[in-house]
């Protein structure tokens, strides 16, 4: 190729350099998502939620139950920060091995949690945004 070949690469990667940093969280009795680039948070009583995780998967453990409510909370909150995060990649930045795990794999070993990654896997082609996830122990 010739060197607009080169320049379109360059272009591309510059693009999709990280320009959103996230991370959520949940306990059994709050939810929350922020968004540090924007200096955007959001957050919810979690009771109400965990009640209804745990009355759809009712084998699942406390853990279980709180990184779906977790998850839920990020994949609310990407929907109302979609169209800030069109066309970038957006590092998300959690303490939650499932959470992190599952949006690496784009699959979850249970129900809840598959139908909010579709969502999610959803939004990331509407808005044309990306997720990076990492796991960091706190």
Not at 78 to 102: C, E, F, H, P, R
Request: hydrophobic share 45%; glycine share 6%.
């Amino acid at each position: 190729g010739d060197h607009r070949d080169l320049h379109l690469s360059l272009r591309r990667q510059r693009q999709m350099c990280i320009r959103d940093r996230v991370t959520s969280d949940a306990t059994l009795y709050l939810t929350g998502a922020i968004d540090w680039t924007h200096k955007v948070c959001a957050r919810r009583s979690g009771e109400a939620d965990m009640s209804k995780i745990q009355a759809r998967i009712a084998e699942a453990t406390q853990d279980v139950i709180i990184s779906v409510a977790e998850l839920l909370s990020f994949v609310s909150f990407a929907g109302a920060m979609a169209q800030l995060w069109s066309g970038q990649l957006v590092l998300y930045a959690g303490d939650n091995i499932n959470v992190t795990s599952w949006l690496k794999k784009g699959g979850a070993g249970n129900l809840l949690a598959r139908a909010l990654l579709r969502i999610l896997r959803f939004l990331q082609a509407t808005h044309h945004f990306q997720i990076l996830p990492v796991y960091l122990r706190m």
